[in-house]
Nanobody, 118 residues
């Protein structure tokens, strides 16, 4: 299983970025796909997750700003990030697993850096 994340970069506060995670094999192999992030000196935390039935779970700090979606035909999961803030700066990781949207799965991709300048 391979998860490849891309789309990170440097953006000014208030700007937008879209992260994508490409899954080797079928995305339907995983009930839940998600994005987590880890800022320097902090623990990794859930950003958003989506199940095959479309149910989503968002962290409070991104509600109304970020949108997670699955592109099943392309075996990808995307994270549209709008109204970015400097505190969103972190390494973002794609995650996949069989469980619920509230628990990280066992599969992780390499992170992609998101830096938001003030």
């Amino acid at each position: 299983v391979q998860l490849q994340a891309f789309g990170g970069g440097l953006v000014q506060a208030g700007g937008s970025l879209t992260l994508s995670c490409a899954v080797s094999g079928s995305i339907f192999s995983f009930n839940v796909m998600g994005w987590y992030r880890q800022a320097p000196g902090k623990q990794r935390e859930l950003v958003a997750a989506i199940a095959t039935n479309g149910m989503t779970n968002y962290a409070d700090f991104v509600k109304g700003r970020f949108t997670i979606s699955r592109a099943n035909a392309r075996n990808t999961v995307n994270l549209q990030m709008n109204s970015l803030k400097p505190e969103d700066t972190a390494i973002y990781y794609c995650n996949a697993g069989p469980g619920s949207t509230r628990i990280a799965g066992p599969y992780w991709g390499h992170g992609t850096q998101v830096t938001v300048s003030s």
